[in-house]
Structure formats: structure tokens, C-alpha cells
């Protein structure tokens, strides 16, 4: 369970966030923060994975206060959420290792598919204590696509299935797994298997289709 703290002045802003974070399986928000603060209670009291850090706070910049986090608690991840357009916001955060920076107003899309990508790095990382060139690529969202078809495959993927598959996943400009199941003729189980496949080689990205009734989608789409 990945534990969350918001660090945000304007609580509607932050209520939306929580919202937000509530579509994403597997995450925990633990408290929400009005200022710098309170977000050094928070990190203080609490585990902490990942925080989400506005710059404009009424008592200190973010930017100013990822030093003394850094300091203490050289753990946890930092996103920044925040409406600073200047350059030099995004140099310094970067200087400080922050994982993304998003901009206000966040759409909820844009919002779960960062949330996720922290969730599949940080997924990448637990499974092994060694690292190699391949994972690496992964972990940072460098792919060669073509290789793809190249290696050995595990049990259960046909490298012409395979090959079919990512060029319908080409050919539809992104796929459900439904799609994919009509498209090739082929169970949901095993349209499954082969996309989400191609996901754990960074080939394709999975994300989330929030319609306007029902249970959100999930949808594959080719990695550019």
C-alpha cells in the first residue's frame, strides 16, 4: 500500500485530489496538509511514500522546503502539484529529484495516469535487488518496440500472437481488452495475458477510461 500525504493550501483543491486518488487502487492517503507546516507534522508522525507538494503555500515555497525534506526524510518521493510556470521552479524541483510535475488545473486523468506510472516504477523496483540495462530502460520509459519480438518469450505468449496483438493495439490507436478479445477472435483471459504482457516491457501503457456511467475501462495504447 503505497501511503499518500497532499500538501495543498486551498482545500477544495485538496478534496479534488483525494477524489482523484480514490480511483487508484493500492494507494492510501494518510492527511492532507494547509502549509509547510503541517505537511513536516504530517511526514513526522506518519510512514510516508510519495507527497504531493504544492510550491505557492502561505508560510513557505515548496521548492523551499525540499531541502529540509530531502534532509530528513531522503525516502519519500515527491510530486509536484502546483499552477508555477516558471522555468526555474521546474529546474529546482528536478535538481531535488521529484518524480513529476504537474500542472493546475489537473485533469483526473492526467492526474491517476502519474499516480500509476509511480505505482509501476515503484512495483519495478521491489521485484528484484539486482538491476540490468532492460530493467533500467523500464524503469525510466525507454523501449525498444522492436526487440520486443526478438527475445525469448515466457509460457503462454506466441511471438506471432504477440506480433498481432501490438499491431492492432497500432492499427486501433488504442484498445480494451473486450477489443481485443472481439478483434482476434480469442478469450478475455488471453487478450489479457498478451497486452498486459506488453506492458510489463514497456511497449504499451495501460490507462484508465473514466466514462460517464459505469466502472472505469482499462485501455492499452501503443508507447510513442
Not at 531541502?67 to 519519500?76: F, G, L, M, N
Not at 519495478?124 to 523501449?143: N, P, V
Not at 477510461?209 to 510513442?224: D, S
Amino acid at each position: 500500500m503505497i501511503k499518500v500525504v497532499i500538501v495543498e493550501d486551498d482545500f477544495r483543491i485538496a478534496q479534488v485530489q483525494e477524489q482523484f486518488l480514490q480511483k487508484v487502487t493500492g494507494v492510501k492517503l494518510v492527511g492532507k496538509a494547509l502549509n509547510a507546516k503541517e505537511a513536516m507534522e504530517l511526514l513526522n508522525e506518519n510512514e510516508v511514500d510519495l507527497l504531493l507538494l504544492d510550491i505557492y503555500l502561505p508560510d513557505k515555497l515548496g521548492t523551499d522546503l525540499l531541502a529540509t525534506i530531502r534532509e530528513s526524510y531522503p525516502a519519500v518521493d515527491i510530486i509536484m502539484v502546483t499552477a508555477a510556470t516558471e522555468r526555474t521552479m521546474l529546474e529546482k524541483t528536478a535538481r531535488y529529484g521529484v518524480f513529476n510535475y504537474l500542472l493546475k488545473p489537473v485533469t483526473m486523468k492526467k492526474f491517476v495516469e502519474t499516480i500509476e506510472d509511480y505505482k509501476r516504477r515503484k512495483e519495478l523496483l521491489s521485484k528484484s535487488d539486482e538491476i540490468d540495462q532492460t530493467m533500467i530502460d523500464r524503469f525510466f520509459g525507454i523501449t525498444n518496440q522492436s526487440t520486443i519480438l526478438e527475445k525469448d518469450l515466457p509460457t503462454g505468449v506466441d511471438r506471432h500472437t504477440l506480433k498481432k496483438i501490438k499491431e492492432v493495439v497500432e492499427e486501433l490507436k488504442g484498445v480494451s481488452i473486450d477489443e481485443m478479445s472481439e478483434t482476434m477472435g480469442v478469450s478475455r483471459t488471453t487478450a489479457r495475458r498478451y497486452l498486459e504482457f506488453l506492458v510489463s516491457e514497456n511497449v504499451c501503457i495501460a490507462k484508465h477510461e473514466y466514462g460517464i456511467v459505469g466502472r472505469p475501462q482499462r485501455k492499452y495504447y501503443l508507447i510513442e
